[in-house]
């Protein structure tokens, strides 16, 4: 069964420090998707990308974030300068409907602790 | 600021008992919604769409009620291997900003 794939699975970084979170959605799948999940708290949605660009965003994906799909297969994560506060589990998600249908298949995530 | 509320439980149910969760939303302009399920420090895995009409998916029983914005999630039959994390999750409106609630916790025992 397909399936998504995010590396590495735990990242540590100091504050300040440029991290890259790399995802491999699932093949056929057009819509992709970054959410963080804060220990004890609740999956939140960063921001959402269809035809190489951002469909939405939330208000945590600032200018600190941005997102690349560089070939056919890998979309990533970029955090310019990493906060105590960005540390989290980051799931990457895919589907292959609209905006409009949360059908989406996640990835294992990636632990962020910043240090 | 839209949100999705549910009771965080958890809700400790002997197995073969049923168990229904609620969540509500306060943005009425919502159109999807889905349950998801999320074990401890996993990833969310869809569990069910939940549609106008209701739907049902083996013990698994997922209705709309759009007049008092909740949507349900009914568990028959639980088994050890339905405790977990269940999570709404709800359309934001226009912007269709998936909105997660912070997810109900079920433990079934032996």
């Known amino acids: 069964e397909p399936e998504v794939t995010q590396t590495p699975s735990h990242q540590v970084t100091q504050m300040g420090q440029e991290v890259i979170l790399r995802c491999v959605p699932i093949s056929n799948h057009l819509y992709f998707y970054w959410y963080r999940q804060i220990l004890g708290q609740k999956v939140e949605f960063l921001v959402s990308?269809?035809?190489?660009?951002?469909?939405?965003k939330s208000e945590i994906f600032d200018d600190q974030f941005s997102v690349e799909r560089p070939d056919g297969s890998n979309f990533t994560l970029k955090i310019r300068s990493t906060k105590l506060e960005d540390s989290a589990m980051y799931f990457c998600?895919?589907?292959?409907?609209?905006?409009?249908?949360?059908?989406?298949?996640f990835g294992p995530g990636t632990r962020l602790t910043v240090t | 600021r839209k949100e999705v509320e549910q009771d965080p439980g958890p809700f400790n149910v002997p197995e073969g008992a049923t168990v229904a969760f609620n969540c509500t939303y306060s943005n009425s302009a919502s159109q999807s919604f889905f349950w998801y399920r999320q074990d401890c420090r996993k990833e969310p895995k869809l569990l069910m769409s939940v549609y106008s009409s209701g739907n049902e998916d083996g013990r698994f029983t997922a209705q709309l009620n759009r007049a008092s914005q909740y949507i349900s999630l009914l568990i028959r039959d639980s088994k050890l291997s339905d405790s977990a994390t269940y999570l709404c999750?709800?359309?934001?409106?226009?912007?269709?900003?998936?909105?997660f609630g912070r997810g109900t916790s079920l433990i079934v025992h032996p």
């Open positions: 998600a895919s589907s292959n409907r609209d905006r409009s249908s949360y059908e989406q298949y």
């Open positions: 999750v709800g359309g934001s409106g226009g912007s269709y900003i998936p909105t």
């Open positions: 990308f269809y035809n190489n660009e951002i469909s939405e």
